[in-house]
């Protein structure tokens, strides 16, 4: 049975800006949001000013209804989701939802994923998508179920992933392409014409964990293409890092070779205005730097006011 996508009762859910392109698509859609809810207001910044969330101050300018649990199984904001009486439920970059959440409305509850699952479910999708050096990722719309990212699949989109794109650059691309696919995922499943998948079963499967700091942290042991993607894996954030003259030194771009050497990994020179950090099997060049205590700046800019001398 067809109807108006235009007619469902829409809750979304989210919180960071890739989120808000999807909350800012489904609206210039026509969908009928009823309900945003978002992670409360935090303290950031110097002033630790209390700081709405990128979904919120969408929803505030569209004059949407916005609901700020801490606890998803409070019983005043459980009362509060069900007064709004949603059809469908949709979901991005948004944290775990207990049961009494994900299967209160009558259509289910639908999840954009920055990967082509069932690979890459996790907190990280595309930062691992980097570090691992895929050629190519995608987004995918799925049914929520108990297990974290294994619903159903409803539609993907499969797109390449440049040589030297970083996970920054990967965001901003893939949040406009996951916005028009959930928009679609919404037109098809109001349509009637979305059949759904059950996930392959996986015999190697590819994680995303969480980034933790020992994450970041570069191994000069390995090859260059793997130290390169990695740097380019956690660029802009949270980015990797080494020691140059026992300081936290982070790297957020650079070029690489492999070449035969007699180096030491991890050692490193500055030759001719370039600097370069032996590894495995050749050199990285650092291109965008921030040594510990400065701003990010381009690495000629780091050298011409370095106190050390070139080799």
């Given at each position: 049975?067809?109807?108006?996508?235009?007619?469902?009762?829409?809750?979304?859910?989210?919180?960071?800006?890739?989120?808000?392109?999807?909350?800012?698509a489904?609206?210039?859609?026509g969908?009928?949001?009823?309900?945003?809810?978002?992670?409360?207001?935090?303290?950031?910044?110097?002033?630790?000013k209390l700081?709405?969330?990128?979904?919120?101050?969408?929803a505030?300018s569209?004059?949407?209804?916005?609901?700020?649990?801490?606890?998803?199984?409070?019983p005043?904001?459980?009362?509060?989701?069900?007064?709004?009486n949603?059809?469908?439920q949709?979901?991005?970059?948004f944290?775990?939802?207990?049961?009494?959440?994900?299967?209160?409305?009558?259509m289910g509850?639908?999840?954009?994923?920055?990967?082509?699952?069932?690979?890459?479910r996790?907190?990280a999708?595309?930062?691992?998508?980097?570090?691992?050096?895929?050629?190519?990722t995608g987004?995918?719309?799925?049914?929520?179920?108990q297990?974290?990212?294994?619903?159903?699949?409803?539609?993907?989109?499969?797109?390449?992933?440049?040589?030297?794109?970083?996970?920054?650059?990967?965001h901003?691309?893939?949040?406009?392409?996951?916005?028009?696919?959930?928009?679609?995922?919404v037109q098809?499943?109001?349509?009637?014409?979305?059949?759904?998948l059950?996930?392959p079963?996986?015999?190697?499967?590819?994680?995303?964990p969480?980034?933790?700091?020992?994450?970041?942290?570069?191994?000069?042991?390995a090859?260059?293409?793997?130290?390169?993607?990695?740097?380019?894996?956690?660029?802009p954030?949270?980015?990797?890092?080494?020691q140059?003259?026992?300081?936290?030194?982070?790297?957020?771009?650079?070029?690489?070779?492999?070449?035969?050497?007699?180096?030491?990994p991890?050692?490193?020179?500055?030759?001719?205005?370039?600097?370069?950090?032996?590894?495995?099997?050749?050199f990285?060049?650092?291109?965008?730097?921030?040594?510990?205590?400065?701003?990010?700046?381009?690495?000629?800019?780091?050298?011409?006011?370095?106190?050390?001398?070139?080799?």
């Amino acid at each position: 049975m067809s109807i108006d996508y235009r007619t469902l009762r829409i809750i979304f859910l989210g919180t960071p800006e890739f989120a808000r392109t999807s909350l800012q698509a489904l609206v210039e859609a026509g969908c009928r949001i009823v309900g945003v809810i978002t992670a409360p207001d935090r303290p950031a910044g110097r002033g630790m000013k209390l700081q709405q969330s990128a979904v919120k101050e969408y929803a505030l300018s569209q004059n949407l209804p916005v609901l700020q649990p801490e606890k998803l199984k409070d019983p005043v904001f459980l009362e509060s989701l069900r007064a709004l009486n949603a059809d469908l439920q949709l979901v991005v970059a948004f944290r775990m939802l207990p049961e009494i959440v994900w299967n209160m409305p009558p259509m289910g509850t639908i999840n954009l994923h920055g990967s082509l699952l069932p690979d890459y479910r996790g907190a990280a999708p595309i930062n691992w998508a980097l570090i691992n050096g895929e050629t190519e990722t995608g987004v995918t719309t799925f049914k929520l179920k108990q297990e974290i990212d294994t619903g159903n699949i409803l539609l993907q989109e499969k797109f390449p992933i440049a040589a030297d794109e970083t996970a920054g650059e990967l965001h901003d691309r893939m949040k406009e392409i996951g916005a028009g696919l959930l928009v679609r995922t919404v037109q098809q499943l109001a349509a009637g014409s979305l059949t759904e998948l059950p996930q392959p079963v996986s015999e190697v499967p590819k994680h995303a964990p969480k980034i933790f700091t020992e994450t970041c942290r570069i191994n000069w042991l390995a090859p260059a293409h793997a130290i390169h993607n990695l740097i380019r894996g956690l660029s802009p954030y949270p980015g990797a890092f080494t020691q140059f003259q026992e300081k936290l030194f982070k790297i957020y771009s650079c070029s690489w070779e492999e070449k035969e050497h007699t180096e030491i990994p991890g050692s490193w020179t500055v030759q001719n205005g370039r600097l370069s950090f032996a590894c495995s099997n050749g050199f990285i060049y650092p291109k965008t730097v921030q040594p510990e205590g400065k701003k990010k700046m381009q690495v000629e800019d780091f050298l011409r006011g370095w106190k050390g001398r070139e080799s």
